[in-house]
């Protein structure tokens, strides 16, 4: 993922957001944070990996929109604390429970500890979790692109 590539493209849609909204000057890491849990929590849902009782273990259609919303709070919140690049170090092979179980303590300390160590973490796992979730880089810069400008639309209708 080329997050000085996005970094700009997320910088423009907060930027529109807040002076539409009139939250210029405002803290929101927590109000990102609590969005991007959610975010997470709402792919999770749709990948299904964890529904160890179900027998339908079939990804929904909508999880990679769902793990896209979570790089735009990822990338949001990173912009917030002036984390420009990444470089991708693999986390390694994890069960994608405890990935996920990992980069919900990572999220969780965000608000407090502002720290590039913390971002750079969660971005390595929200990788490594598109990976486990089948999807490739360029998929997901596509996908994360398209959702971009459904953001900036839906702002153009009042969202």
């Given at each position: ?46 990948a299904?990996?964890?529904k ?11 999880t ?7 790089m ?10 002036g ?13 994608v ?31 490594k ?15 994360y ?8 639309t ?6």
């Amino acid at each position: 993922m080329d997050l000085s590539k996005l970094a700009p493209i997320q910088k423009e849609l907060d930027d529109r957001i807040l002076k539409e909204h009139g939250l210029k000057g405002q803290e929101l890491i927590k109000k990102k944070t609590v969005a991007l849990l959610t975010e997470l929590y709402e792919c999770v849902n749709d990948a299904r990996f964890f529904k160890y009782w179900s027998s339908n273990q079939a990804k929904k259609a909508t999880t990679l929109e769902e793990y896209v919303d979570t790089m735009h709070f990822a990338i949001s919140i990173a912009n917030d604390v002036g984390y420009a690049e990444h470089e991708y170090i693999d986390p390694g092979h994890m069960d994608v429970n405890d990935l996920v179980i990992g980069l919900t303590n990572v999220i969780t300390l965000l608000p407090e500890n502002k720290i590039h160590r913390h971002v750079g973490l969660m971005f390595n796992f929200l990788i490594k979790l598109g990976e486990l979730l089948g999807y490739d880089q360029a998929e997901i810069e596509a996908a994360y692109l398209e959702k971009n400008k459904e953001n900036h639309t839906r702002q153009d209708d009042g969202y």
